[in-house]
Protein backbone atom coordinates (compact mmCIF):
# COMPACT_ATOMS: atom_id res chain seq x y z
CA UNK A 1 0.00 0.00 0.00
CA UNK A 2 0.99 3.36 -0.82
CA UNK A 3 1.58 5.87 1.63
CA UNK A 4 -0.71 9.04 1.34
CA UNK A 5 2.76 11.18 0.60
CA UNK A 6 3.21 9.04 -2.45
CA UNK A 7 -0.44 8.98 -3.65
CA UNK A 8 -0.53 12.83 -3.82
CA UNK A 9 2.91 12.65 -5.44
CA UNK A 10 1.34 10.24 -8.10
CA UNK A 11 -1.36 12.29 -8.51
CA UNK A 12 0.04 15.97 -8.95
CA UNK A 13 0.08 17.10 -12.73
CA UNK A 14 2.85 17.51 -14.76
CA UNK A 15 5.15 20.45 -13.60
CA UNK A 16 3.61 23.68 -15.69
CA UNK A 17 5.19 25.08 -18.90
CA UNK A 18 7.22 28.20 -17.80
CA UNK A 19 4.88 30.99 -18.21
CA UNK A 20 5.53 34.10 -20.38
CA UNK A 21 7.47 35.85 -17.46
CA UNK A 22 8.94 33.16 -16.01
CA UNK A 23 10.58 32.43 -19.33
CA UNK A 24 11.63 36.36 -20.01
CA UNK A 25 12.10 37.45 -16.19
CA UNK A 26 12.66 34.42 -14.40
CA UNK A 27 15.38 33.29 -16.46
CA UNK A 28 17.35 37.04 -17.29
CA UNK A 29 17.31 36.97 -13.42
CA UNK A 30 19.06 33.97 -12.85
CA UNK A 31 21.20 32.88 -16.17
CA UNK A 32 23.83 34.94 -14.94
CA UNK A 33 24.31 35.63 -19.39
CA UNK A 34 23.95 39.36 -19.07
CA UNK A 35 27.17 39.84 -16.72
CA UNK A 36 28.76 36.79 -18.77
CA UNK A 37 28.15 39.26 -22.12
CA UNK A 38 29.37 42.66 -20.76
CA UNK A 39 32.20 40.73 -19.52
CA UNK A 40 33.24 38.86 -22.30
CA UNK A 41 32.95 42.08 -24.33
CA UNK A 42 35.13 44.41 -21.90
CA UNK A 43 37.69 41.21 -21.33
CA UNK A 44 38.22 40.12 -24.76
CA UNK A 45 37.31 43.73 -26.80
CA UNK A 46 38.20 46.25 -25.00
CA UNK A 47 37.80 50.06 -26.13
CA UNK A 48 35.70 50.82 -29.37
CA UNK A 49 36.50 54.21 -29.81
CA UNK A 50 34.15 54.82 -33.66
CA UNK A 51 37.10 54.06 -36.04
CA UNK A 52 39.42 52.03 -34.19
CA UNK A 53 40.60 48.13 -34.66
CA UNK A 54 38.79 47.58 -31.51
CA UNK A 55 35.10 48.89 -33.02
CA UNK A 56 35.57 47.09 -36.30
CA UNK A 57 36.66 43.82 -33.55
CA UNK A 58 33.73 44.65 -31.67
CA UNK A 59 31.01 44.07 -34.79
CA UNK A 60 32.19 40.81 -35.70
CA UNK A 61 32.25 39.91 -31.78
CA UNK A 62 28.20 41.19 -31.58
CA UNK A 63 27.58 39.30 -35.21
CA UNK A 64 28.93 36.15 -33.89
CA UNK A 65 27.09 36.21 -30.42
CA UNK A 66 23.61 37.11 -32.54
CA UNK A 67 24.55 33.59 -34.88
CA UNK A 68 25.29 31.87 -31.22
CA UNK A 69 21.83 32.65 -30.30
CA UNK A 70 20.23 31.48 -33.31
CA UNK A 71 18.79 35.08 -34.28
CA UNK A 72 18.95 35.93 -37.77
CA UNK A 73 21.78 39.02 -38.52
CA UNK A 74 23.43 40.94 -40.59
CA UNK A 75 25.54 44.03 -40.91
CA UNK A 76 25.18 47.33 -42.87
CA UNK A 77 27.66 49.66 -43.66
CA UNK A 78 28.22 52.58 -41.68
CA UNK A 79 30.89 55.57 -42.76
CA UNK A 80 32.68 56.58 -39.39
CA UNK A 81 35.08 59.07 -38.54
CA UNK A 82 38.21 57.85 -37.36
CA UNK A 83 39.91 60.42 -34.30
CA UNK A 84 42.81 59.07 -32.86
CA UNK A 85 43.91 60.74 -29.28
CA UNK A 86 48.18 60.59 -29.52
CA UNK A 87 49.99 61.93 -26.23
CA UNK A 88 47.87 64.90 -24.06
CA UNK A 89 49.23 66.88 -21.08
CA UNK A 90 48.68 70.34 -19.75
CA UNK A 91 50.22 72.46 -16.77
CA UNK A 92 48.86 75.25 -15.02
CA UNK A 93 52.28 77.38 -14.65
CA UNK A 94 53.28 79.00 -11.22
CA UNK A 95 51.60 82.27 -10.12
CA UNK A 96 50.80 84.32 -7.54
CA UNK A 97 49.72 81.78 -4.87
CA UNK A 98 49.74 78.78 -6.88
CA UNK A 99 52.76 76.19 -7.12
CA UNK A 100 51.61 75.31 -11.02
CA UNK A 101 51.81 72.00 -11.97
CA UNK A 102 50.30 69.01 -14.21
CA UNK A 103 46.48 69.04 -14.71
CA UNK A 104 44.39 66.13 -14.91
CA UNK A 105 42.96 65.88 -18.63
CA UNK A 106 41.50 64.41 -21.71
CA UNK A 107 41.46 64.91 -25.04
CA UNK A 108 37.59 65.53 -26.60
CA UNK A 109 37.03 63.34 -29.55
CA UNK A 110 37.15 65.70 -32.82
CA UNK A 111 39.83 67.89 -30.89
CA UNK A 112 42.20 69.34 -33.28
CA UNK A 113 46.02 68.96 -32.17
CA UNK A 114 48.53 71.80 -30.61
CA UNK A 115 51.36 72.58 -32.32
CA UNK A 116 54.31 70.50 -31.83
CA UNK A 117 55.80 73.24 -29.35
CA UNK A 118 52.42 73.00 -27.38
CA UNK A 119 49.60 76.44 -26.71
CA UNK A 120 50.46 78.57 -23.76
CA UNK A 121 47.45 81.40 -23.02
CA UNK A 122 46.10 83.30 -20.51
CA UNK A 123 42.80 81.24 -19.17
CA UNK A 124 39.63 82.99 -19.37
CA UNK A 125 36.68 81.41 -17.52
CA UNK A 126 32.81 81.56 -18.90
CA UNK A 127 29.93 79.37 -17.62
CA UNK A 128 27.53 79.52 -20.22
CA UNK A 129 27.52 79.39 -24.23
CA UNK A 130 26.02 83.01 -24.10
CA UNK A 131 29.14 83.99 -21.98
CA UNK A 132 31.41 83.96 -24.78
CA UNK A 133 29.86 86.76 -26.60
CA UNK A 134 31.20 89.65 -23.94
CA UNK A 135 34.09 87.31 -22.51
CA UNK A 136 37.47 88.51 -24.08
CA UNK A 137 38.47 85.49 -25.08
CA UNK A 138 40.30 86.32 -28.27
CA UNK A 139 43.82 84.65 -28.06
CA UNK A 140 43.35 82.93 -24.79
CA UNK A 141 42.55 79.59 -23.39
CA UNK A 142 38.56 79.17 -22.75
CA UNK A 143 37.81 77.37 -19.52
CA UNK A 144 33.65 76.46 -19.12
CA UNK A 145 33.05 76.48 -15.58
CA UNK A 146 29.97 74.16 -14.72
CA UNK A 147 29.19 72.59 -12.13
CA UNK A 148 27.12 68.73 -12.72
CA UNK A 149 26.03 68.30 -8.67
CA UNK A 150 23.55 65.54 -9.81
CA UNK A 151 22.70 63.62 -12.97
CA UNK A 152 19.60 65.78 -14.04
CA UNK A 153 22.27 68.53 -14.96
CA UNK A 154 23.93 66.43 -17.75
CA UNK A 155 22.22 68.30 -20.51
CA UNK A 156 23.56 71.24 -19.59
CA UNK A 157 27.56 70.16 -18.50
CA UNK A 158 27.19 68.53 -22.46
CA UNK A 159 26.06 71.28 -24.22
CA UNK A 160 29.19 72.89 -22.80
CA UNK A 161 31.14 70.23 -24.13
CA UNK A 162 29.52 69.75 -27.25
CA UNK A 163 29.37 73.43 -28.59
CA UNK A 164 31.22 75.15 -26.46
CA UNK A 165 34.57 74.57 -28.39
CA UNK A 166 33.48 75.24 -31.55
CA UNK A 167 31.86 78.60 -30.63
CA UNK A 168 34.67 79.29 -28.59
CA UNK A 169 37.00 79.05 -31.68
CA UNK A 170 34.61 81.49 -33.95
CA UNK A 171 35.76 84.24 -31.31
CA UNK A 172 39.45 84.13 -31.75
CA UNK A 173 39.76 81.30 -28.76
CA UNK A 174 42.99 79.38 -29.05
CA UNK A 175 41.95 76.38 -27.15
CA UNK A 176 39.21 75.44 -24.48
CA UNK A 177 38.86 73.29 -21.23
CA UNK A 178 35.42 72.08 -19.94
CA UNK A 179 35.09 71.09 -16.53
CA UNK A 180 33.91 66.81 -17.30
CA UNK A 181 30.58 66.66 -16.98
CA UNK A 182 30.49 63.88 -14.14
CA UNK A 183 28.77 63.77 -10.34
CA UNK A 184 31.94 61.83 -9.29
CA UNK A 185 35.55 61.61 -9.47
CA UNK A 186 38.54 60.75 -8.20
CA UNK A 187 41.12 62.93 -10.59
CA UNK A 188 39.99 60.90 -13.79
CA UNK A 189 38.42 63.09 -16.16
CA UNK A 190 35.60 62.67 -18.98
CA UNK A 191 35.68 62.91 -22.35
CA UNK A 192 32.76 63.12 -24.83
CA UNK A 193 32.59 64.68 -28.29
CA UNK A 194 33.68 68.41 -29.16
CA UNK A 195 31.12 69.57 -32.40
CA UNK A 196 33.03 70.86 -34.93
CA UNK A 197 31.07 71.45 -38.07
CA UNK A 198 31.96 71.91 -42.00
CA UNK A 199 32.85 75.54 -42.05
CA UNK A 200 34.11 75.87 -37.85
CA UNK A 201 37.74 75.76 -36.80
CA UNK A 202 38.51 72.95 -34.91
CA UNK A 203 40.71 73.79 -31.56
CA UNK A 204 42.36 71.98 -29.19
CA UNK A 205 39.52 70.50 -26.54
CA UNK A 206 40.10 69.19 -23.35
CA UNK A 207 38.13 68.24 -20.22
CA UNK A 208 39.18 68.35 -16.60
CA UNK A 209 38.94 66.23 -13.81
CA UNK A 210 36.35 68.26 -11.74
CA UNK A 211 39.41 68.28 -9.14
CA UNK A 212 41.46 70.50 -11.34
CA UNK A 213 38.34 72.67 -12.58
CA UNK A 214 37.64 73.88 -8.90
CA UNK A 215 41.27 73.93 -8.30
CA UNK A 216 41.26 76.30 -11.73
CA UNK A 217 37.92 78.05 -10.37
CA UNK A 218 39.59 79.33 -7.48
CA UNK A 219 42.74 80.61 -8.78
CA UNK A 220 41.01 82.24 -11.26
CA UNK A 221 39.84 84.55 -8.60
CA UNK A 222 42.80 85.41 -7.25
CA UNK A 223 44.59 86.90 -10.29
CA UNK A 224 45.81 85.99 -14.10
CA UNK A 225 46.48 82.54 -14.83
CA UNK A 226 48.14 80.39 -17.66
CA UNK A 227 47.92 77.26 -18.82
CA UNK A 228 50.24 75.52 -21.52
CA UNK A 229 48.77 72.00 -23.52
CA UNK A 230 50.26 69.76 -25.33
CA UNK A 231 48.09 67.56 -27.62
CA UNK A 232 49.01 65.06 -29.83
CA UNK A 233 45.04 63.63 -31.43
CA UNK A 234 44.64 63.83 -34.96
CA UNK A 235 41.49 63.36 -37.21
CA UNK A 236 42.27 60.58 -40.36
CA UNK A 237 39.63 60.13 -43.51
CA UNK A 238 36.42 58.27 -42.49
CA UNK A 239 36.73 54.75 -42.87
CA UNK A 240 34.23 51.77 -43.18
CA UNK A 241 31.90 50.76 -40.06
CA UNK A 242 29.04 48.87 -39.22
CA UNK A 243 25.83 48.65 -37.45
CA UNK A 244 24.83 45.14 -36.61
CA UNK A 245 21.15 44.32 -37.37
CA UNK A 246 19.26 41.21 -36.38
CA UNK A 247 15.72 40.29 -36.50
CA UNK A 248 13.26 38.11 -35.08
CA UNK A 249 10.69 37.57 -37.17
CA UNK A 250 7.27 38.46 -35.64
CA UNK A 251 4.41 35.35 -36.79
CA UNK A 252 1.34 37.64 -37.44
CA UNK A 253 2.54 40.89 -38.76
CA UNK A 254 5.98 40.30 -39.72
CA UNK A 255 5.86 44.16 -41.25
CA UNK A 256 5.61 45.82 -37.63
CA UNK A 257 8.64 46.59 -36.12
CA UNK A 258 9.79 46.91 -32.42
CA UNK A 259 12.95 48.28 -32.06
CA UNK A 260 15.33 47.59 -29.46
CA UNK A 261 19.18 49.14 -29.80
CA UNK A 262 22.11 50.36 -27.99
CA UNK A 263 25.19 51.52 -29.06
CA UNK A 264 28.48 49.15 -29.93
CA UNK A 265 31.22 51.63 -29.68
CA UNK A 266 32.57 53.39 -26.88
CA UNK A 267 34.82 56.17 -25.66
CA UNK A 268 38.95 54.78 -25.58
CA UNK A 269 39.61 55.54 -22.33
CA UNK A 270 38.43 52.58 -21.13
CA UNK A 271 36.19 49.22 -22.05
CA UNK A 272 32.81 51.07 -21.59
CA UNK A 273 31.34 48.59 -19.22
CA UNK A 274 28.41 51.09 -18.62
CA UNK A 275 28.74 53.23 -21.71
CA UNK A 276 27.39 50.96 -23.70
CA UNK A 277 28.44 47.30 -22.87
CA UNK A 278 25.86 46.71 -20.12
CA UNK A 279 23.00 48.10 -23.02
CA UNK A 280 24.71 45.83 -25.83
CA UNK A 281 24.66 42.90 -23.01
CA UNK A 282 20.89 43.53 -22.42
CA UNK A 283 20.43 43.95 -25.90
CA UNK A 284 21.75 40.44 -26.59
CA UNK A 285 19.82 38.81 -23.53
CA UNK A 286 16.71 39.94 -24.58
CA UNK A 287 17.56 38.67 -27.88
CA UNK A 288 18.49 34.93 -26.58
CA UNK A 289 15.39 35.07 -24.61
CA UNK A 290 13.07 35.86 -27.46
CA UNK A 291 14.39 33.80 -30.23
CA UNK A 292 13.12 30.77 -27.19
CA UNK A 293 9.98 31.83 -26.86
CA UNK A 294 7.26 29.25 -29.05
CA UNK A 295 5.45 30.17 -30.10
CA UNK A 296 7.38 33.82 -31.41
CA UNK A 297 6.01 37.36 -31.21
CA UNK A 298 3.60 38.72 -33.19
CA UNK A 299 5.85 40.93 -34.65
CA UNK A 300 8.76 41.64 -35.48
CA UNK A 301 11.83 42.47 -33.29
CA UNK A 302 14.80 44.03 -34.14
CA UNK A 303 18.15 44.49 -32.45
CA UNK A 304 19.96 47.27 -33.51
CA UNK A 305 23.91 48.14 -32.13
CA UNK A 306 24.61 51.37 -33.78
CA UNK A 307 27.67 52.06 -34.84
CA UNK A 308 28.99 56.05 -33.87
CA UNK A 309 26.63 56.80 -31.07
CA UNK A 310 29.73 58.54 -28.98
CA UNK A 311 31.09 60.76 -31.96
CA UNK A 312 29.21 61.68 -34.82
CA UNK A 313 26.07 59.57 -34.82
CA UNK A 314 26.71 58.28 -37.99
CA UNK A 315 25.03 54.40 -37.43
CA UNK A 316 21.75 56.64 -36.00
CA UNK A 317 21.67 58.37 -39.54
CA UNK A 318 23.00 55.47 -41.31
CA UNK A 319 19.99 53.54 -39.59
CA UNK A 320 17.53 56.00 -40.44
CA UNK A 321 17.91 56.54 -44.02
CA UNK A 322 18.12 52.58 -44.76
CA UNK A 323 14.34 52.35 -42.77
CA UNK A 324 12.81 55.17 -42.34
CA UNK A 325 9.90 53.83 -44.57
CA UNK A 326 9.35 50.63 -42.21
CA UNK A 327 6.53 50.72 -40.02
CA UNK A 328 8.31 51.47 -36.94
CA UNK A 329 5.34 50.59 -34.05
CA UNK A 330 7.84 51.24 -31.03
CA UNK A 331 11.37 51.72 -30.26
CA UNK A 332 13.57 51.41 -26.90
CA UNK A 333 17.79 52.31 -26.65
CA UNK A 334 19.32 51.06 -24.03
CA UNK A 335 21.81 53.36 -23.17
CA UNK A 336 21.48 54.25 -19.42
CA UNK A 337 24.21 51.84 -17.85
CA UNK A 338 24.08 48.82 -15.27
CA UNK A 339 21.95 50.48 -12.26
CA UNK A 340 18.84 49.08 -11.56
CA UNK A 341 15.27 49.58 -13.48
CA UNK A 342 13.48 52.50 -11.69
CA UNK A 343 10.44 53.67 -13.99
CA UNK A 344 8.81 53.86 -17.90
CA UNK A 345 9.11 56.72 -19.75
CA UNK A 346 7.64 56.61 -23.50
CA UNK A 347 6.63 59.42 -25.92
CA UNK A 348 3.28 58.71 -27.83
CA UNK A 349 0.19 59.50 -29.43
CA UNK A 350 -3.22 59.65 -27.64
CA UNK A 351 -4.05 56.53 -25.73
CA UNK A 352 -0.57 55.47 -24.84
CA UNK A 353 -0.76 55.75 -21.53
CA UNK A 354 -3.86 53.50 -21.25
CA UNK A 355 -2.33 50.59 -23.80
CA UNK A 356 0.98 50.62 -22.01
CA UNK A 357 -0.30 50.26 -18.03
CA UNK A 358 -1.45 46.44 -18.50
CA UNK A 359 2.15 45.74 -20.29
CA UNK A 360 3.94 47.32 -17.81
CA UNK A 361 2.01 45.99 -14.15
CA UNK A 362 4.13 43.14 -14.27
CA UNK A 363 7.47 45.15 -14.09
CA UNK A 364 5.92 45.94 -10.46
CA UNK A 365 8.15 42.72 -9.31
CA UNK A 366 11.33 44.06 -10.61
CA UNK A 367 10.74 46.86 -8.59
CA UNK A 368 9.90 49.19 -11.53
CA UNK A 369 6.85 52.13 -11.20
CA UNK A 370 4.65 50.55 -13.29
CA UNK A 371 2.69 53.76 -14.17
CA UNK A 372 3.91 55.05 -17.44
CA UNK A 373 5.67 58.37 -17.85
CA UNK A 374 5.64 61.15 -20.37
CA UNK A 375 8.92 62.10 -21.60
CA UNK A 376 10.74 64.14 -24.13
CA UNK A 377 12.33 61.97 -27.15
CA UNK A 378 14.91 60.06 -25.17
CA UNK A 379 17.62 57.65 -27.19
CA UNK A 380 20.66 59.67 -29.35
CA UNK A 381 20.45 56.40 -31.71
CA UNK A 382 16.81 57.13 -32.26
CA UNK A 383 16.21 60.72 -32.94
CA UNK A 384 17.58 60.39 -36.69
CA UNK A 385 14.94 57.86 -37.18
CA UNK A 386 12.39 60.32 -34.86
CA UNK A 387 12.71 63.14 -36.65
CA UNK A 388 12.28 61.28 -40.04
CA UNK A 389 8.78 59.69 -38.40
CA UNK A 390 6.45 59.78 -35.58
CA UNK A 391 8.42 57.27 -33.74
CA UNK A 392 7.20 55.85 -30.55
CA UNK A 393 9.15 55.77 -28.20
CA UNK A 394 9.58 53.73 -24.43
CA UNK A 395 12.53 54.07 -22.65
CA UNK A 396 13.41 52.05 -19.32
CA UNK A 397 14.60 54.56 -17.06
CA UNK A 398 17.75 52.81 -14.51
CA UNK A 399 19.21 53.89 -11.60
CA UNK A 400 21.67 57.26 -12.87
CA UNK A 401 22.92 57.91 -9.38
CA UNK A 402 26.42 57.30 -10.02
CA UNK A 403 26.48 56.31 -14.08
CA UNK A 404 28.17 59.84 -14.46
CA UNK A 405 30.62 59.00 -11.97
CA UNK A 406 32.38 57.27 -14.00
CA UNK A 407 30.18 57.50 -17.85
CA UNK A 408 33.50 58.75 -20.63
CA UNK A 409 35.98 57.97 -17.87
CA UNK A 410 38.83 55.51 -17.43
CA UNK A 411 36.83 54.23 -14.85
CA UNK A 412 33.97 52.71 -17.06
CA UNK A 413 34.99 49.43 -15.51
CA UNK A 414 33.31 46.00 -15.22
CA UNK A 415 33.85 46.15 -11.08
CA UNK A 416 31.03 49.10 -11.29
CA UNK A 417 28.60 47.03 -12.60
CA UNK A 418 26.45 45.20 -9.98
CA UNK A 419 24.91 42.19 -11.14
CA UNK A 420 21.75 41.56 -9.32
CA UNK A 421 20.66 45.50 -10.84
CA UNK A 422 22.15 44.62 -14.41
CA UNK A 423 19.93 41.31 -14.69
CA UNK A 424 17.12 43.21 -13.15
CA UNK A 425 17.52 45.70 -16.01
CA UNK A 426 18.34 43.31 -18.43
CA UNK A 427 14.52 41.34 -16.96
CA UNK A 428 12.55 44.16 -17.24
CA UNK A 429 13.88 44.93 -21.11
CA UNK A 430 13.32 41.71 -22.05
CA UNK A 431 9.54 41.79 -20.77
CA UNK A 432 9.38 45.15 -21.89
CA UNK A 433 10.35 44.29 -25.57
CA UNK A 434 8.14 41.45 -25.83
CA UNK A 435 5.44 43.01 -24.47
CA UNK A 436 5.42 45.62 -27.21
CA UNK A 437 5.83 42.94 -29.84
CA UNK A 438 3.03 40.38 -28.68
CA UNK A 439 0.72 42.80 -27.43
CA UNK A 440 -2.84 42.80 -29.30
CA UNK A 441 -2.67 46.39 -30.48
CA UNK A 442 0.14 49.21 -30.67
CA UNK A 443 1.02 52.98 -29.53
CA UNK A 444 -0.39 55.52 -31.44
CA UNK A 445 2.19 57.19 -32.81
CA UNK A 446 3.44 60.80 -31.54
CA UNK A 447 4.20 63.52 -33.88
CA UNK A 448 7.60 63.66 -35.95
CA UNK A 449 10.17 65.40 -33.85
CA UNK A 450 11.51 68.31 -34.69
CA UNK A 451 14.65 69.18 -35.88
CA UNK A 452 17.54 70.21 -33.42
CA UNK A 453 17.74 73.52 -33.05
CA UNK A 454 20.23 75.92 -35.36
CA UNK A 455 23.38 76.90 -34.18
ZN1 LIG B 1 26.11 55.79 -24.36
Same mark, same amino acid.
Not at 83 to 101: D, K, M
Not at 303 to 320: K, N, Q
Not at 383 to 388: D, T, V
Given at each position: ?8 ? @? ?26 ? #? ?6 ? /?????? +? ?28 ? &? ?8 ? =? ?15 ? /? %? ?68 ? +? ?6 ? +? ?26 ? @? ?59 ? %??? =??? =????? &? ?11 ? #??? #? ?6 ? /? /? ?34 ? %? ?26 ? @? ?27 ? =? ?49
Amino acid at each position: MLAPLALLL @LAAPPPAAPSTFESLVGRALTDGATLAT #VTDLADRI /GPRLVG +SDGAAEAVRWAVAQFQTAGVPVRTERVKVA &RWIRGEERGE =VLRGPGRQGGPLALTAL /G %GSAPTPAGGVEAEVVEVTSLAALATAPVEGRIVYFHHRMSSWEGYGEASELRSYGPAEAAARGAVATMVR +SAATGSLR +SPHTGAAVFRAGDRPIPAVALATEDGDA @LHRWLQAGPVRVRLQLGCRTEPDVESANVVAEIRGREKPAEVVLLGAHLDSWDLAVGAQDD %GAG =VAM =VLETA &RLISRMRPGPRRT #VRF #VLFMGEEH /G /GAGASAYADAHASEVHVAALESDAGAGRPLWIYFRG %GEGSESFLAPLLHPLAALGVDPIPRKHT @LYGEDLKALARKRGLPTVHLWQDPSHYFD =VHHSAADTLDKIDPVALARSAAATAWLTWSLADAAGTLAPPPIEPPPPAR
